[in-house]
């Protein structure tokens, strides 16, 4: 018999542990407050330890709880133990990633590095070590942040696209390796959404211009619009949901120009 007791728990996060990376900025940050909001206790893990720690303080300070650790993904040894510090890990979400907006011809072999070794590889990193913990327990959800950049590119793109088309083909396959041990990992597709990442697209009035003229809803993502994804993710409402993206977009890819007819 259905009852409502049951699905009012559908998004409860109460005691679960999450742990978040990037947590000391943007959509990581906010993600880390939408989890302590929902009950979870957070791990704020990030490069720039201050701030995560900053992040952490806040949260507690407002009734949440959250600790916090730093974490270089670009080093396993670091994830390893970012990720056996925080325990049975039930909720990991991972966000850094850098852009270099260049035309591929002017692309150095060290910028292409820099892309893929953190967007591509830490979050490999992060993949492989929180997935051995969930496998062992049985149980856990994983948020990987990918980007519209998975499907649509235009000139400057090339090598963050690859790492976001990469990170969703990782997320696939973990999703299908994983399954049988109760483990379910998916991804985030943001559209544009200001943070520090995107800052410098900010300060160009018409590059901004035509960011929010894109998509339907026609303007910029805030940080907490993207945590609702987050959050359902993590949740037993999502318990039959895995080796998918959710876009986050404002209708960035359900509409393909720029033009609005005369009609
Ligand atoms: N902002 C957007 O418009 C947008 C759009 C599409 C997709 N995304 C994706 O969303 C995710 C989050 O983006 P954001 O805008 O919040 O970025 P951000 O730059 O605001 O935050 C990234 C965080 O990652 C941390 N970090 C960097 N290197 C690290 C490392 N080696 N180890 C641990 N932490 C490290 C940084 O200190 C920072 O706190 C990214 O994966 C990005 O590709 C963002």
Redesign the pocket.
């Known amino acids: 018999m259905p009852n409502l007791a049951d699905y009012r728990k559908l998004f409860d996060l109460t005691g679960k542990t999450a742990v978040v990376?990037?947590a000391?900025?943007?959509?990581?940050e906010a993600s880390a407050w939408a989890l302590a909001a929902h009950g979870a206790n957070v791990m704020c893990a990030?490069?720039?330890a201050d701030?995560a720690a900053a992040v952490a303080k806040a949260i507690t300070d407002d009734g949440g709880t959250a600790t916090s650790t730093q974490?270089?993904?670009?080093d396993a040894k670091s994830v390893e133990a970012a990720v056996q510090a925080a325990g049975e890990i039930e909720i990991l979400v991972c966000?850094?990633?850098i852009n270099v907006r260049k035309p591929l011809l002017d692309m150095t072999e060290e910028e292409f590095s820099r892309v893929i070794d953190?967007n591509l590889g830490?979050t490999f990193n992060v993949m492989k070590a929180g997935g051995r913990v969930m496998a062992e327990s049985g149980k856990g959800s994983m948020i990987v942040?990918s980007?519209?950049r998975s499907q649509v590119v235009e000139p400057g793109q090339g090598v963050y696209a690859a790492t976001?088309a990469g990170a969703l083909a990782m997320v696939k396959t973990l999703a299908a390796e994983l399954a049988s041990s109760g483990v379910r990992v998916n991804a985030v597709g943001?559209?544009?959404?200001e943070?520090?990442?995107?800052a410098p697209i900010k300060a160009n009035p018409e590059w901004y211009q035509a960011y929010s003229d894109i998509s339907a809803l026609g303007r910029w993502s805030t940080?907490s619009e993207q945590t609702g994804a987050v959050v359902y993710l993590a949740s037993d409402a999502a318990s039959f949901v895995t080796g998918t993206i959710l876009f986050v977009d404002g209708g960035w890819l359900a509409v393909d120009g720029r033009f609005t007819p005369p009609l």
């Open positions: 990376i990037g000391a900025s943007g959509i990581g990030d490069l720039n701030l974490v270089d993904i670009t966000t850094p990633s953190l830490g942040f980007s519209v976001k943001p559209g544009v959404v943070t520090p990442l995107t940080p």
